[in-house]
């Protein structure tokens, strides 16, 4: 199957009444990407990897959307980590041919599933940390005549999924060698627990020693005899340290291409193109307003979202389904549209169908989040 291509400028042929609005103009809540500064973003990752060592491999969790996606493969990436076997089931669905689900696929109706998506893609790779794992989806793929392959997935430090580094990733890449229908490709490593280090000297360090348990793992194996293809991992947060470390292969970037609040905290050579259209419903009291949308519209996690361009203002919590209240806000009147950037983009843009997109305040466009809501 072909590399897919994309142009950067066309736009879809839906035809869509927003197309050519004022952005203002939009109801909200609506879920907006500015297209130029998301390219910058998409632009700088990849200059940053061209010649490099390590491969861009996205993690598509980020968007959800195919249009962006599309970008981000015509812009370098080598192919698309996904968080869920539902969000790669949408990315072959629309011709991708190289897909990464950095998470473990349990149970005999995704067993189906995965090898139906191995029969339809080039590659396809799921992570492992079991041997029953492995064996189940040797069982299926075995009948299906496919082959998927495998990452063991290496714990080192984040405390969720994975083997222990060492030994423990030795034995199960031994045991699965001789899996038919298995293809073993190496190692899986997330640094997941340091990301939000603020300080970035100290996130640098302290990730860099994380990530150099995976590498030390690889050393092992690879001194076993047993080829291991990669490692893949890392972060929008750590990819210039973790994704430049020798012995590393592919980076799984997300947020870079949106990003939010918290990773411009980071990272802050991205530039923020994701924002949230609100509106100002009420002004229950002088320096107090309460804007539409809560967390059934935008992602909390990380903390409360801010206001563009108001940095003065707070925003003293974020709990409420389908309001936000503003302390110390200007004279805002009551119909105010203001950008709210969410702290946390991959679960804001998993709570919306689509995007629209926009350049120096006019709509250019409006993409589906096709995979948004795909929790199988």
Known sequence: ??????????????????????????????????????DRNLKRMADF????????????????????????????????????????????????HDLLIANQVVGPEKMKRLTRLAGIVDKVAVAIDHIDQAAAISEAASVAGVTVGVLIEVDIGMGRCGV????????????????????????????????????????????AEAMSRAVQTRRLIEGAGIAVDRISGCSSATYDVTGVMPGV??????????????????????????????????????????????????????????????????IPFFLSEEHVVVNHAPDWPIGQPLHLIPSHACTTCNLHRELVVHRDGCVVDVWPIEASGHLR
């Open 164 to 207: 222990a580094p060492g030994e423990a990733a030795l034995r199960l890449a031994s045991q699965i060698r001789s899996l038919p229908g298995i293809r073993f490709d190496g190692l899986q490593a997330f640094e997941g627990h340091l990301v939000n280090v603020l300080d970035r000297n100290e996130r640098a360090e302290r990730s």
């Open 249 to 314: 292969d592919e980076v799984q970037a997300g947020t870079y291409v949106t990003m939010d609040r918290q990773y411009h905290r980071l990272v802050p050579e991205f530039e923020i193109a994701l924002s949230l259209l609100v509106r100002v419903i009420s002004r229950p009291a002088p320096g107090r307003a309460v804007l539409d949308v809560g967390v059934k519209g935008a992602g909390g996690e990380f903390g409360v979202p801010a206001i563009q361009g108001h940095p003065d203002i707070e």
């Open 1 to 38: 199957m072909a590399g897919l291509t994309a142009s950067i400028t066309e736009p879809s042929q839906r035809a869509d009444p927003r197309i050519g609005q004022g952005i203002d103009r939009l109801d909200t809540p609506t879920l907006l990407l500015d297209i130029d500064a998301s």
């Open 49 to 96: 990897f061209r010649d490099r060592p390590a491969s861009l491999r996205p993690h598509f969790k980020n968007h959800k959307c195919v249009a962006l996606a599309r970008r981000q493969i015509a812009a370098g990436a080598i192919g698309m980590t996904c968080a869920k076997l539902g969000e790669a089931e949408v990315l072959g669905e629309h011709g991708f």
